[in-house]
Each structure stands twice: as structure tokens, then as C-alpha cells.
């Protein structure tokens, strides 16, 4: 199923060109890794996806439909963001920062149900933060507060996941679950990912397909098999890449 589709979309920031006549289909069951070097336009396209910044050209569609002409409400059904950065506008506990996701959900000045309090518990406990549901979002470290702003993201339940570098400030082991995670809901069918990486090589584990984007308007998408080579890498980043062979065979990407 089409859950995004962009036809000659131009993204540009203070006046500067950063992508120029995207053509990009994302259907549920893919996994997009949106790779290039800092600046090269990564945040301000997944803005630009979300509907939150304006587009300079082209057109944006969400299942099938303008995404321009849906209310807000209707988006946050089916596309959720995880920003680059979490701030706590407002003192709260960790349970109550999670049921954010649910917003959505709800009807004008309803409650949350039981249902929601369990869809919340339930992605707590999938980004390892069960049993912490009562202590202040204050007393978190950077690391549980970026699995507490995905546990809103999951507890959301959006089909279509836009998500701006969801491995920082995670651990090694919280980086992996992490993407393994999201890379199980795109093999569910059901719901499709779309996230900006640093890391060539989780890119390579975890994304079916990448978009490359090299900041001057100029882009690459397709399969992760096929754009992901060292000659492709190292045009992309300004900087030699070799490919080696890891211990079972996959490929392993390391600075030249």
C-alpha cells in the first residue's frame, strides 16, 4: 500500500536549494535510511514530508490525498515524526509524556481509555523503559529521554514513521533494539519507516531502501543494495569509503 508519494518536490532552506525534483514512492513494509553529510538536507526534507515546513515546488501526497489539504488531526493518525532533539516543555511523568502519542486518537475532551494506557505501557516496555512510568521526565538521561519521545512515537501508532536520527544518544545495545524494532513493524506490513542515519553500516543492516541526498539538489533512491557501494558512498560524503567483507559475508563500510 502507497503510504507516501512525492511528484518533482524542490526543498530549500534560507534561500538555498537542497533537493530538486524529488520523485520518491514509500509503501508500508519499506524501511528508507535518508543519508549525506550535515547540512545536506535531511531534517528539512522529513519537515518538509511532515507537513511542517513548506515545499518550494512539486506536490506531497499522504495515502493518496494532498497531504496540503488534510487537518492536522487526520495526518497525526497516519504520519508521526520523531524530532532530532526532545525538549520537556512542561513538568510530567514518563506515563503521561507517553500518552502525548494518543492526542490523536481522542475525541474533543475525551480521556484517555484503559486501551491507551495499556498502548503506552506496552511502548514502554518495547524501548526498555517498563517500571518507570511514575518518575519525572526531568530525572532522565539523554539516552531515556530519546526512548521515551519513540515510546510516544509508537504509542502513536503511526502507519508512516519519520524519524530524524533515532540512535542519538542511545547505547549500543539500545541503538540495535531500537532498529530492530522498527524494522519489525515494517515487516509486519502494516506500517512503513522512513529515518536519517550517520551510521552506513546500521543504514545497510536495518533499511531495504536508502535516499541519498547530497545537498546541492541533487539526489539518489532506490534499493539499499544496489545505491550502497564504496564508489556511490564516497562521491556522497567527500571522503574515501571502502566496502570489506564481514565475518558472514555482509558488508561492513569503513572510513578510507
Not at 70 to 97: E, H, I, K, Y
Not at 191 to 198: D, E, F, R, T
Request: include cysteine; hydrophobic fraction near 40%; aromatic fraction near 4%.
Amino acid at each position: 500500500m502507497e503510504l507516501l508519494r512525492t511528484v518533482s518536490l524542490d526543498v530549500g532552506i534560507a534561500g538555498r536549494s537542497l533537493l530538486r525534483g524529488l520523485n520518491l514512492t514509500v509503501h508500508a513494509g519499506q524501511c528508507w535510511g535518508l543519508l549525506g553529510t550535515n547540512g545536506s538536507g535531511k531534517t528539512t526534507l522529513l519537515h518538509t514530508l511532515a507537513g511542517l515546513r513548506p515545499a518550494l515546488g512539486g506536490s506531497l501526497w499522504l495515502q493518496g490525498a494532498p497531504l496540503a489539504r488534510l487537518p492536522r488531526r487526520q495526518v497525526a493518525q497516519c504520519l508521526g515524526l520523531l524530532p532530532q532533539d526532545n525538549s520537556d516543555s512542561f513538568p510530567a511523568s514518563v506515563l503521561d509524556t507517553a500518552l502525548i502519542g494518543r492526542h490523536p486518537h481522542l475525541g474533543r475532551w475525551h480521556s484517555e481509555t484503559a486501551a491507551d494506557l495499556e498502548c503506552a505501557r506496552r511502548a514502554l516496555q518495547q524501548v526498555d523503559l517498563a517500571g518507570m512510568e511514575d518518575r519525572p521526565c526531568s530525572t532522565l538521561s539523554g539516552g531515556e529521554r530519546r526512548r521515551l519521545a519513540l515510546a510516544t512515537l509508537l504509542t502513536q501508532a503511526p502507519r508512516l514513521m519519520l524519524l530524524d536520527e533515532p540512535t542519538n544518544h542511545l547505547d549500543l545495545n539500545h541503538q540495535v533494539a531500537t532498529l530492530q524494532h522498527l524494522r519489525h513493524l515494517a515487516d509486519s506490513g502494516e506500517h512503513a519507516v522512513v529515518m536519517a542515519l550517520h551510521d552506513i553500516n546500521l543504514t545497510a543492516r536495518y533499511c531495504d531502501h536508502v535516499l541519498m541526498l547530497s545537498g546541492d539538489g541533487r539526489w539518489q533512491a532506490g534499493p539499499a543494495a544496489e545505491l550502497l557501494n564504496a564508489e556511490r558512498l564516497s562521491q556522497l560524503y567527500g571522503h574515501a569509503v571502502l566496502q570489506l567483507a564481514g565475518p558472514e559475508g555482509q558488508r561492513v563500510f569503513v572510513a578510507g
